[in-house]
């Protein structure tokens, strides 16, 4: 068993158990960020809270321009820091997670959501790995829960890899001599475009500044320095309403529906081949397009007159928001403006909820070698920097200047998946790696 399993496998798992058991769901997250602190308090961490500002987010381009459209109230963010030697004299090292899951099917899973289950032998569907541990009886478990890959065990790891790093170096045994700050943050509203994090980033809650960070996102052990960016539209169509006796008095909105999604497939696949970037080559789909939501008519026996769906459109690495949805206005014009109907009644395509900025650091930053040299210490090989079509608060960090790598156990395949499931032994890894990559980043 590693250094790290050995000294904290219990109290990991106690503490990743008691945070899946909160229902963290729909802004609910103070209950589980007043545990998270106290927590924090009593392992030694010094605490620090914030919430969010929603007229400060409501300035900034990602978020909407309505203060009343950002739920920001009882939703507090938590930071630890833990000291090493001469604090300013060295550097200061984020450790980030959230704390918020998405809601939950419970039809669709096999046991309570939020009662943590754990399961003997059998890796986390969705990975393509074996795995990765010391091979004993703990090794084997997995762990099912909502948030459990997204990301309450990667949170957890955050707090024991802080604490097994601070009692190598202060501890009776010092075996390391540092200078700096590990800071662990448990964040809110990530899942609704990074609410605690934005606000972190925009309005720095600590009396010093931050260097660099690393977010426990599930990337299955493997380093992630660009993160994909999401435009999200609202679409409305205007046709007219007709009895279904007589339909062709009508104008039905879902062949307009149908031609405008055919659209933008094809948009899709032409700007898969001609934005390209080295760290997406291995997606088929690298900017996918989704339609997450329709809702059209009101009546079945009459022809439907009203269509509005949502649209969530991948922006890559080095794009913007604004670009993309330049070029998205642009092909909807293109129809409308051939269409006699569509002209006379053009679709609204409006932005709604929170649009998220792709983002990407260099991989010569320090923090990511520090990472590379962490994993290879650990026995992790596959080192090399890795992009994700999903979104994270990774960007607002680097927004504000603090480079910022993705690296957590867990799966994405399994966030937002019914029986979402860890395997133990990358809870474990991942903990050993955050705790040497923190020591070689302050050393």
């Known amino acids: 068993m590693n250094d790290f399993a050995r000294e904290w496998d219990t109290d990991l798992r106690e503490f990743a158990e008691e945070l899946l058991r909160f229902d963290t769901t729909d802004g609910h997250e103070a209950p589980a960020q007043a545990f998270v602190r106290e927590r924090l308090d009593a392992l030694g961490f010094e605490t620090y809270e914030w919430t969010a500002d929603a007229e400060q ?9 309505d203060p009343d459209e950002i739920p920001v109230e009882g939703r507090p963010s938590v930071g630890g820091v833990l000291e090493f030697g001469d604090p300013e004299a060295g550097r200061t090292l984020v450790l980030n997670g959230h704390v918020d899951v998405v809601p939950v099917a419970r039809d669709s899973w096999s046991s309570d959501p939020f009662d943590p289950t754990w399961r003997q032998g059998g890796g986390a569907s969705g990975s393509d790995e074996g795995d990765v541990g010391d091979g004993t009886e703990t090794d084997a478990r997995t762990l099912t829960a909502r948030g459990a890959a997204d990301m309450k065990c990667g949170l957890a790891t955050c707090v024991f890899a802080a604490k097994h790093l601070h009692e190598r170096a202060t501890g009776d045994s010092a075996t390391a001599s540092l200078d700096g700050r590990v800071v662990v943050e448990s964040v809110v509203g990530e899942e609704e475009g990074g609410i605690g994090a934005a606000a972190a980033a925009l309005s720095n809650p600590y009396p010093f500044e931050r260097d660099a960070a690393i977010i426990a996102e599930p990337t299955d052990l493997r380093p992630v320095t660009a993160s994909e960016g999401s435009l999200m539209k609202r679409l409305r ?3 007219r309403s007709a009895h279904a006796a007589t339909r062709w008095r009508g104008v039905d909105v879902l062949p307009y529906f149908e ?4 659209a933008f497939r094809d948009l899709e696949t032409e700007r898969g081949e001609s ?5 997406y080559d291995r997606f088929p789909v ?4 989704v339609v997450g939501r329709v809702e059209a008519g009101d009546w079945a026996s009459s022809v439907p007159a009203e269509l509005t769906a949502e649209l969530r459109i991948g922006v890559a690495p080095g794009e913007t928001v604004a670009e993309v949805e330049d070029v998205f206005d642009r092909r909807l014009a293109e129809l409308v403006a051939d269409d006699e109907w569509l002209a006379e009644h053009p679709p609204r395509f409006e932005r709604f909820s929170v649009q998220f900025e792709p983002s990407e650091i260099d991989a010569d930053e320090p923090v990511v070698g520090a990472v590379q040299r962490a994993m290879e210490g650990r026995g992790l090989d596959d080192t090399d920097p890795r992009g994700a079509t999903y979104g994270a608060d990774a960007r607002w960090y680097i927004e504000a200047g603090v480079p910022t790598v993705m690296f957590g156990p867990g799966n994405i395949e399994q966030a937002h998946f019914p029986d979402e499931t860890i395997r133990w032994a990358d809870v474990l890894t991942a903990g050993g790696v955050l705790a040497d990559a923190a020591e070689s980043f302050l050393d």
């Open 57 to 65: 987010l409501a300035g900034h381009d990602s978020f909407p321009d």
């Open 237 to 239: 169509l205007e046709g």
């Open 259 to 262: 031609e405008i999604r055919r």
């Open 275 to 279: 934005v390209t970037h080295p760290l």
């Open 286 to 289: 690298p900017w996918p397009v």
